[in-house]
């Protein structure tokens, strides 16, 4: 067998994982530290089959239900590539295309669209107090629809992000950070600065820097966080990375100082993302049908974000930085190329620009190993098959 | 080999629909009652394979091309299911997105979408007149195309609702029934009541009762139409269902009595619909161009519909029947849920919500047993061979 | 092995298309002679397999990108075919669903959708000066992908028409011929007329004659290009008809006079398009954002337009050819049917129906030999290997 993959089957050996099987995946604070590893392990795995032209495919037939409820471009092709190379077929569940309107429930969409669905990818992250709650729905219909013998199958549901998290993003880091620093166990200490940044539009979700300082604190890192006052995340979630850190020996700070944050890190992720008073305030405007006041507070926001057209990232912030990775979720804010004012310059952008394009290629196979996981009783066993079965994902005669 | 499945491959080697070989499904009305038990019984043993885990599918490549001239949530998936089952991918010919309007006729496009299409599902149900003609006017184009070499293979239409019937929700509701009673041979006898039901929204389509009265009446029940006044439903299906029920033993009757309906019935289905007569002259101020005219119809039969509020099914309805199964193609329109006065109460609907699920997880069944038996010369022999090869659907080592 | 399987693996060992490997298909032009009878060669390979019921996949999965930037029927679902035959699943890229719009680059777009993207089809021929500049940016940009290890795969390109060729349509024509023909060694000498035709629709794209005129010239045919005074395309294709014709030992030539084009022509592609002047205008004014602008010029071409309704094909016209196949890429504009004044009469439309649906049926074997001669290193022996597996496409025992 080939030697890295027989390294990550040994890794997976190590680990417990157990609670990954039939469940779903939908903040990585609700996963033990042993599941996350398996995801990474067997992200890797998918990786090290399909570089050796190794058909990584465990359906022969079956649905990925995708249901998307704000625009999408990576996360769709993200998941499309998933399921593809496990052997699912998408099927989108277009809700403008549908009869959902027609008063029907939540529950009762979910189980019509799950017949033959083994996955479900839910993205859901415009309004806050939303996204994760009816994810939890989705789950719960379909749970039921199982039990009482509706569905064949139970499906998974995968969190293509939240009001809360951004699992299958932070997932696509941590794999490439790990990738950079020769494995995860390496981070313990790394300095990690997820950094509010500036941006001329609105309303970027709270759930990316949220994933980080919920993700990143798990593996000892010190996890500092770092935005202008008045753009706090969820206290929640603050409360889920000082706890994390405590567990793993890492640290969580806040600072109001970009600089601070900067200084000696490791790995820096500078990104613009709404105040979370903001939001809960857009998402109660929005209940109310107060449409006018919803535009009002654009404009307040906007101008708000004005005033920190200082938080930007520059080849001098770079510099007092400890040769620090540069990381983004994509589409950055790209001074003199998107904007004239924004997130980073784009010298720092091109710089590392072929980093963060590695950084996105691992979406894919976080989702896939998600699933995986979720499927396969013995996902080692699954994969010493496949890796024997040796069937060409590109079949040629040479 | 297991035991349900040899059964049911018995139960087809009793019958002869040696014409739904290369052939299309309309209406139901138009197979031999041996090809409908067919259709059941390939149906039930697709869902044997597959909650075996053995993979039913017989295609390597190939498409399913569907058209839905109407938005729809549960008929799009059922097709993607039964498609995806069988190893076919689904192509949607969206006709927003196409050159259709560019003057090309029916005959032309169906052609130039069919290359590789092994089946055309079609959902028609807009206008009086329009999707049965529709249908066949694409079976027609294909035929000839496939005559003249054009077409490597002839597609399969399989009607997923016209004007006229719904062949995939009957035969759906029909293999639930039979699950329920024990078998087709059980029915006889039995009551089924067909009837109008109050709803608050508009021309819901005529198909859905026509379909059960085309259907049920097939196999000797005692099929009863009811409905207010003026909520005929067309006068060609009527003489069909009370053919069929002379055939069979069965009988058919009308009442505008919807209690009389429910009295002692085995299974009732009440369901909205739009009167006939309406549905007509919406058909001709449509051809005519006329709006106004369709808006002002469609308030003077929102006003129609009010008259009859009472037309809702409660428990004490309920009671009057013989312990009868409720059915509902869904979505319902809730009484305190979808709507303040509707087809049905909450307590009703709820009672009998996992029945209607189980109900709609046939769909994907049905039409994958039309698919099959459209393309298999030898079906008892491909599902010996299926059942034989034992390929896992979901593929893991234990 | 089928005879005819063999001729045409024979027929491959005469050639050398080495350059066609892990490489795209923009411009016939660009391809040696050839390289354009390999894509003869394996399409009808394909063909054959198909048409035999072996299964001609390669892929066990892998994504299909389609990029369509104007709507599209036929193209869509050739692509969709040939990806399908092959194995690969398509993902559409729907820029309006996406976050495109963000400021994202070409560059960042192409690679986010490329992980798992073996192929990508793009259809932009919108703007003159537009289409081939996009579809080599996103050539650039994911060769560089690759290069750099962020993709694992090289994604290839298959034009499916820019603004100055339209290579599917031109090799399935090419296929077509060749197949009426006997060969394309038969063309030499034959006289093809590519001429303009009226359409009371507006700014037709120039890619089609282009492809025709850039093609055939190939081939030692007498290529002439027909049209009304101001209606010339390109003259950068021209040049290109030119040097192939001398190099073909055909002829290329140009006149004002249907009548002369079509007399004793052995095939004629009569066909709308717009000038190339006034393309050119249209693109700078979109450029300048002056949209009053384009709807004079709209208002000015189809003025002109309309002093030329005498070029149209009718029974008369063809009877002075010698005995001419009648072609067209369809949609047609035909007298009668689709309009009242326009391409072609619907009598000579219906001689050449059936001729013309087989010309279409050839662009998904086109599109699948494209790719299948980018992803294989010896296709010879890879067909030989599909024969000799003889797994089959439909399986069903008989």
Redesign the interface.
């Known amino acids: 067998m080939d030697a890295q993959l027989q390294k990550l089957i040994d890794k997976l050996d190590t680990l417990d994982f157990s609670d990954m099987y039939e469940n779903d995946f939908l903040l990585t604070w609700d996963k033990s530290k042993d599941d996350l590893e398996a995801v990474i392990a067997v992200a890797n795995a998918l ?1 090290n089959l ?2 050796r032209n190794i ?1 990584p ?7 990925g239900i995708s249901i ?1 409820r704000d ?4 996360t ?3 998941f ?2 998933a399921c ?4 699912l ?3 989108d ?1 277009d809700e403008k ?4 309107a ?4 939540v529950r ?2 979910a ?3 799950s ?2 669905a ?1 996955v479900i990818g839910v993205r859901d992250d415009m309004y806050i107090g939303e996204g994760h709650k009816y994810q939890k729905e989705v789950i719960a219909s379909v749970d039921e ?1 199982y039990k ?6 139970k499906p998974t549901l995968v969190s293509l992000q939240c009001d809360i998290d951004h699992p299958t993003q932070s997932m696509a880091d941590l794999l490439y950070i790990a990738d950079q620093f020769g494995g995860v166990e390496n981070l313990k200490g790394k300095k990690i600065a997820m950094s509010w940044a500036y941006s001329p ?1 609105y309303a970027k979700p709270l759930s990316v820097p949220q994933a980080i300082i919920g993700l990143m604190t798990r593996f000892g890192m010190d996890v500092v966080l770092a935005h202008p006052e008045g753009y706090d995340v969820m206290p929640e979630v603050e409360d889920v990375a000082r706890k994390n850190a405590q567990e793993s020996g890492g640290t969580f700070t806040k600072t109001n100082d970009m600089a601070e944050a900067f200084k000696g890190a490791d790995i820096v992720i500078p990104k613009s993302w709404a105040p979370f008073v903001g939001m809960e305030e857009r998402t109660k405007l929005y209940a109310a049908g107060d449409f006018d006041g919803i535009d009002a507070l654009e404009q307040k926001l906007l101008e708000q974000n004005k005033q920190h057209m200082d938080w930007v990232t520059t080849p001098e912030l770079m510099a007092t930085t400890n040769n620090a990775i540069y990381m983004h979720p ?2 950055a ?2 001074e003199g ?3 004239e004012h924004g997130e980073v310059t784009n010298d720092v952008f091109e710089a590392h620009r ?1 980093g963060m ?2 950084e ?2 691992y ?2 196979y976080a989702i896939a190993a998600m699933i995986f996981l979720a ?4 996902p080692q ?2 994969l ?2 496949l890796d024997a079965a040796d ?8």
């Not at 495919?57 to 649905?63: C, E, K, V």
């Not at 027609?102 to 429930?105: L, Q």
């Open positions: 990786r399909r570089e058909s495919r465990i359906f022969d037939s079956g649905l998307f625009n999408s471009t990576r769709r092709f993200s499309a590539s593809n190379m496990l052997g077929t998408v099927q569940l295309k549908s009869q959902i027609h008063g029907e429930t009762e969409t189980t019509m669209v017949f033959m083994d629809s009482d013998g509706i569905l064949n199958q539009s994509l589409p804010d790209i190329v998107s904007c072929v394009y590695k996105a290629s979406k894919p499927k396969c009783k013995d066993a699954t010493r098959a069937k060409p994902r590109l079949f040629q005669e040479k």
